[in-house]
């Protein structure tokens, strides 16, 4: 690393080139995403619920993050952890009543955190009242008329009306038996076979849709999470895919695809913002949009559509000086002409955790099978993921920390096939063994399982290891030297530090393999991915290091914040 070029200049920019949100409080918020199955259960049945969610906002403000972001929470028959939605406007049974979420909405604020709500428009379950009405009505029905329902190719119908993949392993197309009992049409599903896509050109769809966006927004959340964001808009006609040399889903490396990142689904967008923007508060979108380069995600973020995106280049990233550089300075990039901020995240409940994944050989992630199967050096892994939580915490903009990871929980790898949820096992024939081993319970306190996420004696709906007791909450608090902590005294430094929201990100020169970015004179982040201890610039004090800092020296795999001079 040996240039010095200023990469994002202040972020304090004039509010035209904000598109009126200077000031906004998600421009700079570090949101917590809690998977409400694992994170804690209130009422002892091993599943997590609301009323456990409500018990634990507290450490949750206390950890020092802005907000929270729940995965799915709606009434579902869980074929895909949440994201089968059988009901928009209403509460898992699971989880707890609608009563149960205005508890949730109603502490958050109170204790200053902002709520954001994960919103599934892409498809729903099999099981919602518009899909079995669809099935009940018929062919050229206007029900059918909400899904994508057509008839097949080749003699009979009997091959899928073309060749798109479904994310999680096989055809997009599923076809059914008509009510006459003959085999009839094919619906297209692009996750599993119980999530059939809706029709984003249906009038009707369109129509209610708006009602579930103001069904939240008047229930007081501060944003919604966009789903699946690219999948909605489909070429018209539904042509063929070509897919080159790989068939999975490179959403990342796709371009010109019939079924992902379609310029017609922007029309959408730009009905709910107007939607949102009746709103008081700064009411957010965040869009989950895994497209290929910041172009094309930068269409996502125009001033009339979604306020902000998950940067997954970041997250996918390998554990490389010049990785890591290259898409911290492409994000800068590609944001900063649009005035929105950029957010970074290390992980979520699609992703093997980081310190599995930073302790395998290949530490980056384009798709889920990526390094899968490699043995992982978790003392190794776990150094890493210190220092890029340092990293993540440092950069302007936004930051996403999904549960559990500042436990440092590892991947649970040996899940026994019966208990495994995701349906991306059964897809895949068992292949893929699918991100389960990501969404086992949190291990809040003692010695054995279920670790005080449920009563004693209660098992959990996916078993939590023996050995956890060293990640509990009760015992990491209680360790200055835990990821816990560390993750805790940098959030509150975060918030501390004078100005550090108002300031970019400016690179100073640095040896091959080591990062060294400044944020005004607030903050100084080296970080060393090189393969020999560095020394740290004497003119500066350590404020916060990710390993201990001998005589100035910063060892491999290690990140300190320091007081610029
Ligand atoms: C993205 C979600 O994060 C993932 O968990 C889900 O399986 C798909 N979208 C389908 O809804």
Known sequence: MT?????ASPSASPDAATGGSAGAWWRDAVIYQVYPRSFADGNGDGEGDLPGLLEGLPYLADLGVDGIWISPWFPSPMAD??????????IHPMFGTLADADAVIARAHELGLKVI?????????DQHPWFRAALAAGPGSRERARYLFRDGRGPGGDEPPNNWISCFGGSAWERVTEADGRPGQWFMHMFALEQPDLDWTNPDVLADFDDVLRFWLDRGVDGLRIDAAPAMGKAAGLPDADYGDVAEFRTLEWTDNPHWDVDTVHEVFRRWRRIADTYEGDRVFVAEA????????????????MHSAFNFPYMKSAWDAGALRSVID????SYEPIGVPSTWVLSSHDETRLVTRYG????SSVFITDGAGEESDLELGTRRA????LLMLALPGGAYVYQGEELGLPNVDDLPDEVLQDPMFARSGGTMRGRDGCRVP???AGEHPPYAFSPAGASTWLPQPEGWDRYTVERERDDPGSMLNLYREALHLRRDLPGLGAVGLRWRESADGVLDLERGSVLRCVVNISSAPVALPGDTQVLLASAPVDAGMLPVDAAAWLRPA
Do not use: C, M, Q
């Open 386 to 389: 210190r220092a890029a939580a």
């Open 290 to 305: 895994v497209v290929n380069g910041p172009e094309r995600l930068a269409k996502y973020l125009r001033p009339d559509e």
């Open 360 to 363: 395998r050989r290949t530490t």
């Open 442 to 444: 949190l291990p809040w």
């Open 330 to 333: 492409a994000t800068l990039a």
């Open 3 to 7: 240039d010095t070029l200023p990469s």
């Open 81 to 90: 952890g949440g994201y089968d939605v059988s009901d928009f406007l209403d």
């Open 117 to 125: 709500i994960d919103v599934v428009p892409n498809h729903t379950s």
